[in-house]
């Protein structure tokens, strides 16, 4: 669970922007890269703002500053960038929360690490939750992989954890399905909805209380 | 926390099928009420099936054997349609974890016996999810209504059984969000999704887990 070094993600954030274009039309250039890094930025935005059925590509390539034929370089269609944006957000998700883990943390640490980057990250692109639950409706197969992916990820962390003997035996794809409840109800209320009202909370305080749900849970002993 | 009685219940579902129908709308006889009851059951299953966008009005009047005009009766809209079914499954789901409820339970089996009825419920009702999740887009304010009104009888019954000595003190707005938030996707996951792979799991079982979770955390001691 140590953090990658700078060359790494270097080069994981040129392998996801590469991944998201369309089959066969990877760019193939530094230039071409960052093309198509812009055109998922301002999808994010357009997407967030309008909706699905609303955003328009002529609109996102405006938002880019992209001439309209580079979209079609990149993706076949508005449906094919939606995926693809879907693809990166769990990407950049992933990315935050391992680059809040530190070497030898606990495995409880790591949870909590982790929480505290996840609603960090959620309060600077709120539009994540508007996209992924929109993913349900527009992608649906992008929509349960992308919950799917995290699951499985909390649950390797949670097994581990097991394993080397700081969480109790046992736990599995159950848990894991829960932890990511917590963290996923917890960031709509405080990263989303939070900071529109006049109680939104530290993120580090807020990941503390959930953690100590977890680690504890909710009995007086 | 006592199981109502049936003549408790009658009087509710009455008074849930009344409020459903537009401001000045409400049915005056027991035959209104069935042609209302009727209308949300068939709403359920149309925008269950095709989201809010393809489903029809006139469509819904089929499915429910009812007549055009006896819409317009009871809703002024599809959308008020819409809004009124969202409210109706926030009580639908109330009713089901009240019914699973006996007089007597501690505060971890009140939680137990509330998300196993909740499993109950949504494997019977799957087009809930996909309703509650498209109001987030079609009537945001039934949506986050929705969900806060969970959240807030969560959070008083455990602050009850904090009070009562069976939970630790201090728990709150936070914790409650959190196990909304593990019921909400251990049910996309086991009830929705669950039945259509070869792992569905029975509802008590996969309470039993999420409970364990809930009492004593995942940390060895």
């Known amino acids: 669970m140590a953090n990658s070094n700078r060359s790494d993600q270097g080069e994981k954030s040129r392998a996801q922007v590469d991944s998201a274009a369309a089959e066969g039309k990877a760019p193939r250039t530094e ?96 539009e994540i939750y508007r996209i992924i639950d929109e993913a349900e409706f527009v992608d649906p197969e992008s929509y349960r992989n992308h919950y799917e992916t995290i699951a499985g990820r909390i649950r390797a962390r949670i097994e581990a954890g097991a394993a080397a003997g700081e969480l109790r035996t046992g736990l599995g794809e159950i848990e894991a399905w829960a932890i990511m409840g917590m963290n996923v109800f917890v960031g709509l209320r405080y990263a989303v909805w939070g900071s529109e009202d006049a109680s939104p909370g530290d993120p580090e305080e807020i990941a503390a209380a959930v953690n100590r749900l977890l680690a504890e849970g909710i009995e007086r002993r």
Chains 1, 2 share one sequence.
Do not use: C, P
């Open 31 to 126: 230039r071409g890269r960052r093309t198509l890094r812009k055109l998922l930025d301002a999808s994010a935005v357009e997407f967030g703002e309008k909706g699905f059925h609303e955003a328009s590509v002529s609109s996102i390539t405006r938002r880019a500053g992209v001439a309209l034929g580079s979209f079609y370089t990149y993706f076949d269609s508005k449906d094919a960038l939606f995926r693809a944006l879907v693809q990166d957000m769990s990407e950049n998700v992933r990315t935050s929360a391992r680059s809040a883990l530190k070497e030898g943390m606990g495995a409880m640490e790591i949870e909590r690490a982790a929480l505290a980057a996840f609603l960090a990250f959620a309060r600077e692109h709120k």
